[in-house]
């Protein structure tokens, strides 16, 4: 299950539950007011599923957010840390620090410029290796 189909499910109950709340007690005539407690119960959890797929949503949003790379003025270069030679692929790679945040990357030296931004939201200016 991804969060997508997270989503898709707690409305899908929510729906369900609030025809199933009308179909059984809006059929009940006077003696609705009798199954007041327990029809307020199915729409509290009615609703409390569509409040789960509001917030999955927003923490959707937030995640789309994260994972996209963008500027907020901050400076940083990529920090030279090791270079290693892969015997299975046959390639050399380097790791980088990011000088602002820390995080590390693995690349081939030529496709540093793949990384223009690192996720903390710094631009990334050439390193000073
Ligand atoms: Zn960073």
């Given at each position: 299950?991804?969060?997508?189909?997270?989503?898709?499910?707690?409305?899908?109950?929510?729906k369900k539950l609030e025809?199933?709340?009308?179909?059984?007690?809006?059929?009940?005539?006077?003696?609705r007011a009798l199954f007041a407690e327990e029809e307020n119960a199915c729409k509290e959890c009615a609703d409390e599923h569509?409040?789960?797929?509001?917030w999955l949503k927003d923490y959707k949003r937030l995640l789309e957010k994260e994972s996209k790379p963008s500027s907020n003025g901050k400076?940083?270069?990529?920090i030279l840390r090791h270079r290693f030679y892969s015997e299975i692929s046959g390639i050399r790679l380097n790791?980088?620090?990011?000088s602002d945040c820390g995080r590390e990357i693995i690349c081939k030296a030529d496709e540093l410029n793949n990384y223009p931004y690192c996720h903390c939201?710094?631009?990334?200016?050439?390193?000073d290796q």
């Open positions: 299950m991804d969060l997508d189909d997270a989503i898709k499910h707690c409305e899908e109950v929510a025809v199933e709340r009308k179909q059984k007690y809006e059929s009940l005539g006077e003696d569509m409040q789960l797929a509001m400076i940083a270069y990529w790791t980088y620090k990011c939201g710094a631009k990334m200016k050439e390193t």
